[in-house]
């Protein structure tokens, strides 16, 4: 059994682990004649590559990804394309002294009950920097993207870190890409996120957030009923990244407090002959076939485990313990989750656009 792949056209295989030579993806599907070369999948790797402020872990990789296969003159080829990241700043000894301790919180326990062995070198298999091959594979997405649907567009940020979230009502789309946090707000809210953040490490502890994806210009008809709806795949691709513990899709856990007149998206004709809505409670879904409108997804990420306050806890003979993770770790993982996000995003999309490519062609139902 393959537990290391998802997408049904555009499939996406990552291998590796945090302290190995090296961690990547097999990417399979791609349509050939795609623009693809090294900067630009390095474009989005850097967004998510650790040690590049002090609000991310200090671990400093340059996460430079190389492709081994299914590119060539810098065009996709149609096979399948091999991406490679090697591992260049691992400090296993940080790791030790938990060889035969289970970390509260980590997928250490749940690991070595399954498969009797572990890799406890910063959580081999489970670790968070497995996300980098997502984002690699992301890219990919992208750019094959830009060839069939040109004007859509992806973005990530963060809405919400502890007790700190994000006033809609100035939201700064051009603010995002600005501050470390991913947060559509000026200036003087990122230091305030960045003071609370710094506080909470000054006390070894670590804090959740909160990611909104949103990607603009999704052409209606995307996705398919019951199985093979379009938010299944979007929340089975987001709650696969390390940390999540929960997924919305538009108005979320929030449309249980509505009244059917408020959540019900009326819908008009526009001036350009096609539907348009008066809201996206639905979030740009509905019965799991997109809208045109925005598709919007959220998602939360617990805080970081891996902390310096002392956790109780057992080792592998059920002797009891006391647990203190010492390394260098994100006080909050939400912030590089972001990229991440985006990149689940592109490449089930992706899959889908090609889904609906192979099956409809075009849209069957023409309106006005």
């Known amino acids: 059994m393959s537990m290391n792949s998802f997408g049904h056209l555009f499939r996406v295989t990552t291998w590796g682990e945090s302290h190995g030579p090296a961690l990547g993806a097999t990417v399979d599907g791609c349509p050939p004649g795609v623009p693809v070369d090294e ?6 790797l850097d967004k998510r590559r650790p040690g590049q402020n002090k609000n991310t872990t200090q671990r400093n990789e340059p996460d430079a990804v190389k492709i081994l296969s299914g590119v060539f003159d810098g065009k996709t080829t149609g096979t399948s394309i091999q991406l490679m990241i090697e591992n260049t700043d691992q400090r296993s000894r940080d790791y030790g002294e938990i060889s035969q301790t289970f970390r509260p919180g980590h997928a250490d326990i ?23 091959a997502r984002v690699a594979a992301g890219g990919i997405a992208r750019e094959a993207i830009k060839s069939l649907v040109p004007d859509l567009q992806i973005k990530g940020y963060m809405t919400k870190m502890g007790d700190l979230e994000i006033d809609r009502a100035v939201f700064d789309w051009d603010a995002i890409d600005g501050n470390d946090f991913w947060i559509p707000q000026g200036a003087d809210v990122a230091q305030k996120w960045e003071d609370y953040l710094q506080a909470l490490r000054k006390e070894h502890d ?82 799991g ?16 485990s891996s902390i310096l306050t002392p956790r109780k806890s057992i080792r592998i003979d059920g002797s009891a313990t006391e647990v203190i993770t010492k390394g260098r770790h994100d006080p909050c993982v939400g912030i590089r989750a972001v990229p991440v996000g985006e990149a689940m995003m592109a490449c089930v999309i992706l899959d889908h656009l090609l889904l609906h490519r192979g099956q409809i062609g075009e849209n069957q139902g023409k309106i006005g």
């Open 39 to 44: 900067a630009m999948l390095q474009h989005w």
């Open 206 to 287: 670590s804090v959740g957030g909160v990611i909104e994806v949103v990607a603009r210009g999704v052409p209606a008809g995307i996705g398919a009923p019951i199985y093979g709806k379009l938010d299944t795949d979007l929340a089975a691709a987001m709650m696969s990244i390390n940390a999540v513990k929960g997924v919305e899709i538009g108005e979320g856990m929030a449309a249980a407090g509505l009244k059917g007149s408020q959540n019900a998206d009326e819908i008009f004709m526009g001036a350009n002959g096609q539907p348009e809505y008066s809201s996206n409670h639905s979030g740009g879904i509905l019965g």
């Open 289 to 304: 076939i997109s809208t045109g409108q925005d598709v919007v997804v959220r998602f939360a990420v617990k805080p970081t």
């Open 110 to 132: 749940t690991y070595h009950q399954k498969y009797g062995n572990r890799d406890y070198r910063g959580g081999g298999r489970s670790s968070a920097r497995e996300t980098a």
